[in-house]
């Protein structure tokens, strides 16, 4: 069943559509991968999801219902964004940060269960619970992430290129425990990541866009092993994958 279907979706800054005419639709518990080139439009269509870009044309439906516009009113329905660049606020302290991930929960003892689990996930993050997230590394920091998102209990996870200048040990860790909570909690996400070897390991699905356009789509694996599909649609970074 789709938890989240889009329907010619057509959104951007100011008079011009970065998006033009995409469509795609995302299952319960599903983790789909949306890759392209630089410029192609995956930034903004995670953007458009959760209201940060506005919407010109198309039809979004979350649950069976009409998707709001409005950030609030998206995170309130159950869509988390961890965006490019981490997203922590930088003067608050882990702790801090994780709290406030859980603006939406109403059960303390919830809450203090949530922390425990974050702090269990990434034991760095507990022994740095009382430092400013600026402090942290750059894994850290989307280690922080990740974590304030979780803390909502969405049903759907946003995630902007994850693995973005982290090593590649920390890339493992954080993948690591990414894929056990979201097998655990069953969240759906919607991936959109710069390796794209990494991103159709994790996916079932995938999509390629082109110029704001949806350019191919298919089984994740089948696309990683398809040299004409990786040559025409992922370029040099699925060559060298």
């Known amino acids: 069943m789709s938890l989240l279907t889009i329907d010619g979706l057509r959104a951007g800054y100011g008079a011009g559509d970065v998006l033009k005419d995409v469509s795609l639709h995302v299952d319960e518990g599903e983790c789909i991968a949306v890759l392209g080139a630089n410029g192609a439009g995956k930034t903004s ?12 044309a198309g039809a979004l439906a979350f649950g069976g219902q009409a998707l709001p516009a409005e950030p609030c009113r998206v995170a309130a329905r159950g869509i988390a964004h961890v965006p490019e660049g981490r997203g922590t606020i930088p003067g608050l302290s882990v702790e801090e940060n994780l709290l406030v991930g859980a603006y ?3 059960d303390k003892k ?11 996930r990434f034991p760095v993050l507990q022994r740095y619970r009382r430092r400013q997230a600026v402090q942290l590394s750059g894994g850290e920091q989307q280690m922080l992430a990740i974590s304030r998102a979780l803390m909502s209990h969405p049903r ?3 995630l902007d290129e994850p693995s973005f200048g982290l090593a590649p040990k920390i890339v493992s860790a954080v993948y690591g425990a990414l894929q056990g909570v979201l097998q ?6 919607v991936l959109v990541e710069q390796s794209a070897e990494l991103a159709m390991r ?15 789509t298919g089984n994740a694996a089948e696309m990683l092993h ?3 599909l990786r040559q025409m649609y992922l370029g040099r970074d699925a060559e060298r994958a």
Do not use: C, N, P, W
């Open 104 to 106: 939406l929960q109403k």
């Open 202 to 216: 994790a996916a079932r699905r995938a999509y390629v866009l082109k110029h704001g356009k949806v350019a191919g």
């Open 45 to 56: 269509l995670l953007r458009a999801i959760s209201g940060l870009m506005a919407r010109s």
């Open 110 to 120: 919830q809450i203090r269960r949530d922390v425990d689990e974050a702090f269990a």
């Open 184 to 189: 655990e909690r069953r969240i759906a996400v």
């Open 226 to 228: 398809s040299d004409e």
């Open 156 to 158: 759907l996870l946003l």
